[in-house]
């Protein structure tokens, strides 16, 4: 008899199976978690399973009763000190937690979608960074959005954006700089957009218009292709407020190897607070968040939804911290951090 969840999203076990070419075995191998399916068979089932929100119930049950000692953590990609961090701070208290940690990359909405049907048979909760994807809650373990807004029945977790870059922003306008830049693309994720935001309060207490944003993704080559723009004269700014430390790095980089005197001629700040931050000349001034804090949060909220707590409604939301170096204008005598 086909139960309720099977009724109101009208699939069924049957209709998987057709969709994606199989038998309805196999669906139930794959559903199960079964290692006797090949990835490619696996992969059609689950597409199938996404393209038609099945999920039955008397499995969602099945899968919720079996512990698999392991968390899924689900990132864009591994280039960078952010992510690396990330994933030391989870592994690291997830291993605390007696738990094993299953790694998937996955940058598109769809990826992560499909990357969170994957790891429902195999792990017992997951953590997914900066996700908007539609359909991460239908998977039936606990889920928890790093860097992401928190809506029904998933919980989310999320460094300080606003008043750090709001702090940051008007430290420069208190240089005197009057023509401030944004780089990085506000619609790539929650917290690009909170740190724009942070960028624009800081300029509205003044009477100030904030400059529309630079576009660029967290990538080096982005950060010098900004540079570029600066030196060929297509792109006028006095300071640069950048998404990240690798954005404002390489525009540093490449600026001065261009002859343009940092911060003399240009002043530029960062965010993350990476290693390289404190030893480059003159050191970047930028925001510190609690990378690894965060990651050890999610998994030890993972572990207390797996033991049977309730998702907190309200984000949870680490303190970030201003970290002054020189990159800004100030002196190296006023160095912090």
């Not at 600066?230 to 690798?246: S, Y």
Request: charged residues 25%; glycine residues 10%; contains cysteine.
């Amino acid at each position: 008899m086909a139960d309720a969840d099977d009724a109101r999203r009208g699939a069924t076990i049957y209709s998987v199976a057709d969709q994606a070419g199989v038998s309805i075995a196999t669906v139930s191998r794959v559903l199960q978690g079964s290692s006797l399916v090949s990835e490619r068979t696996t992969r059609k089932v689950l597409d199938a399973v996404a393209q038609l929100d099945y999920l039955p119930s008397g499995a969602a049950r099945s899968l919720a009763a079996r512990r698999h000692a392991t968390f899924g953590l689900v990132l864009p990609e591994l280039n960078g000190p952010y992510y690396a961090e990330l994933l030391v701070g989870f592994e690291t208290r997830a291993s605390e937690l007696d738990q094993s940690v299953m790694l998937v990359l996955a940058d598109t909405k769809e990826d992560r979608d499909r990357a969170v049907r994957t790891l429902a048979t195999r792990v017992d909760g997951i953590a997914v960074l900066g996700s908007d994807a539609a359909n991460i809650g239908s998977s039936g373990k606990p889920v928890v959005v790093i860097a992401g807004h928190a809506r029904a029945g998933i919980e989310a977790i999320a460094a300080e954006n606003v008043e750090g870059a709001r702090l940051l922003t008007e430290h420069l306008l208190n240089h005197g700089h009057s023509h401030l830049r944004f780089v990085g693309d506000p619609a790539a994720g929650p917290d690009l957009q909170e740190r724009y935001e942070g960028f624009v309060a800081a300029h509205e207490q003044r009477g100030l218009t904030a400059a529309e944003p630079v576009r660029a993704e967290f990538r080096e080559r982005d950060g010098t292709a900004v540079a570029e723009r600066l030196l060929a004269g297509d792109l006028r700014a006095d300071a640069l407020v950048c998404g990240n430390d690798e954005l404002a790095l390489a525009v540093m980089a490449r600026l001065m190897d261009g002859g343009v005197d940092v911060p003399g001629d240009i002043a530029i700040v960062g965010w993350d607070d990476v290693m390289a931050a404190r030893y480059v000349r003159p050191g970047l001034t930028t925001v510190r968040q609690p990378v690894q804090q965060l990651g050890a949060l999610a998994a030890d909220r993972l572990h207390e939804l797996v033991s049977g707590a309730a998702p907190s409604a309200e984000r949870r939301v680490l303190a970030t911290e201003v970290v002054i170096r020189s990159s800004c204008g100030c002196p190296p005598g006023r160095i912090a951090g």
